[in-house]
């Protein structure tokens, strides 16, 4: 079976890390390279944490350290959900730096989608500073790009403004760059990610899993992305998702903008699903998930890793 070349841009991050898990295990997937991006911690701290998790499961794949900082803005983080290394509660082997190319994430990028015989697909589950760089200084490169699944955005409110999701409204300018970009485009959003959930009893179940159960479960009792008792929230799984098994989610076709001046709203993904704008669409937006089948499904990914 010829395996679907992608790329993970990402700022782990606990969930960030169960994403990463079920992408390298999967049987479907080639993870050709994985890009670092400032978001829930610093780029040092998201580079590391690549770098463990790659240790821990003892998989080569290439790193790259990508923006430090948000195009324009300040920058922000979440170590209040993530704790302050970006993945609190489990003792890591420190890496070593033997994976870490001396490329940044953009050139990395770039070498890597022109380089394959297959058009690539990118999957960013944290801001989208790299990809809009990537866009803007290599446009060649949207010829062989598949398409870009994103974890990020809300179809309704946010969980970091009052309107805006986190992963936008820590770089929005990057995240009009890539939705005006023409690419084909799935945002798996907020919507879905609240109900993504895994719930105690899957905790239980994970502990004694394998190696990497055991892991996630450590992680879990500190993630502040919903609560052991209630069920954690998997928003960055949902990218990994819609791109193995698409049919758990119900998904529109549909303009999407991004707000940047709004005093109150920058950040929000303007989702146009009642086609007030009179635009052509230019995403495919996940408004809908099954949470039972989902619950399934990420379970059964976990049980493939080591």
Request: glycine residues 8%; hydrophobic residues 40%.
């Amino acid at each position: 079976m010829l395996k679907r070349p992608i790329i993970i841009d990402t700022d782990p991050g606990i969930d960030d890390a169960v994403a990463i898990a079920i992408a390298l295990f999967s049987e479907e997937l080639d993870v050709k390279l994985i890009t670092t991006i400032s978001g829930n911690v610093g780029i040092d701290k998201v580079t590391r944490n690549a770098l463990k998790l790659l240790k821990y499961w003892n998989k080569e794949v290439p790193v790259a350290m990508g923006a430090s900082t948000p195009l324009i803005r300040q920058p922000e983080d979440a170590s209040d959900i993530h704790g302050a290394s970006g993945m609190e509660g489990f003792d890591f082997e420190e890496p070593t730096n033997e994976l870490l190319l001396k490329e940044n994430a953009v050139n990395a990028m770039y070498r890597v989608i022109q380089e394959s015989e297959t058009p690539v697909t990118l999957i960013p589950i944290g801001p989208l500073t790299n990809i809009a760089l990537l866009l803007k200084v290599y446009p060649e490169v949207k010829s062989n790009i598949q398409e870009i699944i994103l974890m990020g955005g809300s179809v309704s409110r946010g969980n970091k403004g009052v309107m805006s999701e986190f992963n936008i409204h820590v770089d929005p300018e990057a995240a009009k760059i890539v939705f005006d970009s023409g690419l084909p485009i799935v945002m798996a959003g907020l919507d879905v990610g609240l109900k993504a959930l895994v719930l105690p009893e899957d905790s239980a179940k994970l502990e004694h899993m394998n190696a990497t159960g055991k892991m996630l479960h450590s992680l879990f009792k500190r993630y502040r992305g919903g609560s052991m008792k209630t069920g954690l929230k998997m928003y960055d799984s949902c990218a990994i998702a819609y791109l193995l098994k698409p049919d758990l989610f119900e998904a529109v076709d549909t303009f999407v903008d991004v707000e940047l001046n709004g005093s109150l709203t920058a950040g929000t993904t303007v989702v146009d699903l009642k086609g007030y704008l009179g635009k052509p669409s230019n995403a495919k937006v996940c408004i809908d998930v099954d949470p039972e089948r989902f619950r399934e499904w990420l379970l059964d990914s976990l049980r493939k890793c080591n």
